[in-house]
């Protein structure tokens, strides 16, 4: 799939709900459901500046794509860890890069979560877009 109609998929699944509190429940859902991230990455350098609560990402290249694994001690951002890594995982450093996240708004994420909440996606998004630049430049050797 693409990571537009990934994104079409989230943004479905966030519309089934009207009440902000459900969809803070769909998150935490979200996030229950992402697999613990192993130990050894849950390192300084895998900790993404800027978000109030820890939030670690690691990412790996295997055939021309990148595969992102997450996690946050916090467990709405942790559901945001999750869809942050269902959309954009899986796919090559190119497309990462040109990817437009209009989730973000349609779902309305950025109006609903708090000022540090808000931030720390923006900071787990560049950072998945410094992995998709570091992984694209590499490619390009």
């Known amino acids: 799939m693409t990571i537009n109609e990934l994104q079409d998929n989230v943004i479905e699944e966030f519309s089934v ?3 902000w509190m459900d969809k803070y429940a769909l998150l935490i859902d979200l996030g229950n459901s992402l697999p613990p991230l192993d130990e050894k ?5 895998n900790l993404i ?7 670690w990402f690691q990412a790996d290249y295997a055939d ?32 990462i890069l040109d990817a ?8 309305g994420l ?13 900071a787990m998004v560049k950072q998945m877009r410094l992995y998709a630049m570091a992984y694209r430049a590499k490619e390009q050797q």
């Open 17 to 19: 709900f009207d009440d």
């Open 41 to 45: 990455y849950k390192t300084e350098s």
């Open 49 to 55: 500046e800027g978000c109030q609560s820890r939030v």
């Open 64 to 95: 021309g794509k990148i595969i992102f694994q997450g996690e946050s001690d916090a467990v709405i951002v942790k559901g945001i860890v999750s869809l942050l890594i269902n959309i954009l995982s899986g796919h090559t450093p190119q497309e």
């Open 100 to 107: 437009d996240l209009y989730f973000i708004d349609k779902v």
């Open 110 to 122: 950025k109006e609903h979560l708090s000022p540090t909440r808000s931030n720390g996606l923006v």
